[in-house]
T-cell receptor, first 112, second 114 residues
Framework: DQQVKQNSPSLSVQEGRISILNCDYT??????FLWYKKYPAEGPTFLIS?????DKNEDGRFTVFLNKSAKHLSLHIVPSQPGDSAVYFC???????????FGTGTLLAVQP | DSGVTQTPKHLITATGQRVTLRCSPR?????VYWYQQSLDQGLQFLIQ???????AKGNILERFSAQQFPDLHSELNLSSLELGDSALYFC?????????????FGEGSRLTVL
């Protein structure tokens, strides 16, 4: 039962353009949604989060949008930089235990 | 550097064997989480401990067990290993002061079962 889904295994974007990574979820009880970034041979690192009561959160070049009615969230990176090339994981928090349920990840490649 | 330390970084063993993966959480963090990442898979939640007590359980096999010690470090024990257990095993920790639920991950232990 995949409660958090990232349907695009990979995405390629030109440097300077916008990268949009998508995530869908099925459980309405999630209270926070998070994005993590992972480079090869490293652990995932936290990028940005959004509460389930918000619809947008922005941090520099990164913005996360949440559409609760569609059970969909997206991460926008503007402008994209080659150093952004990594695997991006969407995660949802189960509030009572603080555990995170992760999607399968999207490999972003930003071409110079 | 997340502050979470995992050892060993790499481990190669044979089917049927038993291994122990170790995790030291960030200073002050009471919660420890274990995740498994197999090839082309996301991070699968295995188990969570809070201050020495099991808090939540995920898709953890009966051949696997974990514990958290009084000094808050945690160990994940994998026994009767099978080829399919080859994966990256991540440990993460969190403190009580972060409402966003952010977890801090170690660099992982890569287990190869031959």
């Amino acid at each position: 039962d995949q409660q958090v889904k990232q349907n695009s295994p990979s995405l390629s974007v030109q440097e300077g353009r916008i990268s949009i990574l998508n995530c869908d979820y099925t459980n309405s009880m999630f209270d926070y949604f998070l994005w993590y970034k992972k480079y090869p041979a490293e652990g995932p690192t936290f990028l940005i989060s959004i509460s389930s009561i918000k619809d947008k959160n922005e941090d520099g070049r990164f913005t996360v949008f949440l559409n609760k009615s569609a059970k969909h969230l997206s991460l926008h990176i503007v402008p994209s930089q080659p150093g952004d090339s990594a695997v991006y994981f969407c995660a949802a928090r189960v509030g009572a235990t603080n555990k995170l349920i992760f999607g399968t990840g999207t490999l972003l490649a930003v071409q110079p | 550097d997340s502050g979470v330390t995992q050892t060993p970084k790499h481990l190669i063993t044979a089917t049927g064997q038993r291994v122990t993966l170790r995790c030291s959480p960030r200073s002050g963090d009471l919660s420890v989480y274990w995740y498994q990442q197999s090839l082309d898979q996301g991070l699968q939640f295995l188990i969570q401990y809070y201050n020495g007590e099991e808090r939540a359980k995920g898709n953890i096999l009966e051949r696997f067990s974990a514990q958290q010690f009084p000094d808050l470090h945690s160990e994940l024990n994998l026994s009767s290993l099978e080829l399919g257990d080859s994966a990256l095993y991540f440990c993460a920790s969190s403190g009580s002061g972060r409402p966003t639920g952010e977890l801090f991950f170690g660099e992982g232990s890569r287990l190869t079962v031959l």
